[in-house]
């Protein structure tokens, strides 16, 4: 498997995802008018880094599935791409949110 940022998902995460493949567009735009979501089992793991102190979060070590500095944090650039390939296919966009008490098993 190809581990990139996220893990072991084979390029299939959204911080590594070759969003400028052709196949990939061609697909995605076939499931239009659908909805690409953002997140999943692992949001209580991710960051949004949009301000500095998310940044200097993302920049900290961070153990993951049992890989040292694993990132699971989407910058502003790479939102920006993924909002654009949606947008060119057509489809919404859809976001998972962290909540702080997931991990604890917190109501």
Known sequence: GDAGSGGDWCG???????????????????????????????????????????????????PFRGAENVTLCLDKPRLDAVLDFADAAGLGVVFGLNYPGAASGAP
């Open 12 to 62: 299939a995460s959204v911080l590594d995802a070759r969003l400028a493949d052709a196949r990939l567009r061609s697909a995605a735009a076939l499931l239009a008018p659908g909805s690409l979501r953002i997140g999943g089992s692992m949001d209580v793991e991710a960051r949004y880094a949009l301000t500095e102190a998310d940044a200097a979060w993302c920049r900290a070590p961070r």
